[in-house]
């Protein structure tokens, strides 16, 4: 979400991790991050979530409903995880879309698909969640996997998903959230400060870029608010998952 003007011709700002940017400097600087940590994303992932994500991404796909012949957009799609899963599901007669605002993200995601030999019904595309370049009603299923916490506004991102969704179809926020309790807060909190930043510089020689994921994390929206914000965007029976004691959420809403 924006943050406040310091004047009425100033730029509105944003944050960026804990920091405050112009909104026009919020992109690129997210830009940078995942340019920096593409090469060594999945490894990352798995070091940092001890393996857990892929857990939380394969309930994800539980949940979507989605079935041979559907056609299905990936948001911040990444390295593939979802669309590799999204491809067997739909079948030769059905499609996926992994897109992805930054283009090394998606070349890691095309060429690791491509190599696995499962890119046969998948399409590739740089795109802006905020302004989608798809048809309206479009798709039957929109995911967005650890991505929604880095979009400027989140507001004109879902409203743009809910746009390029078939009536009936589904949308599925995979995302860090708040923890349940606070036992498990103040440990989460010592790991994000101090083991993330830590492992980024032991295995991409990039402490930063981790410590602005950790930071992103803190600034995203709670459970509450983001399903407050995907029923103000026009969706339906919006419910949310919380998994490992609330560290991850998946929230569900339906395009009526």
Excluded at 88 to 101: E, R
């Amino acid at each position: 979400m924006t943050d406040q003007r310091k004047g009425s011709d100033a730029e509105p700002t944003t944050h960026f991790g804990y920091k405050n940017v112009p909104e026009s400097e919020k992109a690129g600087k997210v830009a940078e991050v995942f340019h920096s940590v593409a090469a060594k994303y999945d490894l990352m992932n798995d070091v940092l979530s001890g393996g857990m994500h892929r857990l939380w991404k394969r309930f994800t796909i539980e949940l979507s409903g989605v079935r041979t012949g559907n056609r299905v957009l990936d948001i911040a799609g990444g390295t593939g995880d979802l669309a590799a899963k999204f491809s067997h599901l739909v079948g030769p007669t059905g499609q996926v879309v992994l897109a992805d605002i930054n283009a090394s993200m998606l070349k890691v995601g095309r060429d690791r698909l491509l190599d696995r030999g499962v890119a046969g019904n998948i399409e590739f595309v740089q795109a802006d969640a905020e302004k989608l370049p798809f048809p309206d009603n479009h798709f039957d299923c929109v995911t967005i996997a650890f991505g929604l916490r880095n979009v400027t506004h989140k507001e004109d991102a879902l409203r743009s998903m809910l746009r390029v969704l078939k009536p009936g179809g589904r949308l599925l926020v995979l995302e860090f959230s708040k923890p349940t309790n606070a036992l498990m807060s103040k440990v989460y909190d010592a790991y994000s400060f101090a083991f993330m930043p830590l492992a980024g510089k032991l295995i991409t020689n990039d402490s930063e870029s981790y410590r602005y994921l950790a930071e992103s994390i803190r600034m995203h929206p709670d459970q509450e608010t983001l399903k407050s914000m995907m029923v103000d965007a026009g969706f339906d029976r919006v419910t949310y998952h919380n998994m490992t004691s609330g560290i991850v959420a998946l929230h569900r809403g339906i395009k009526p």
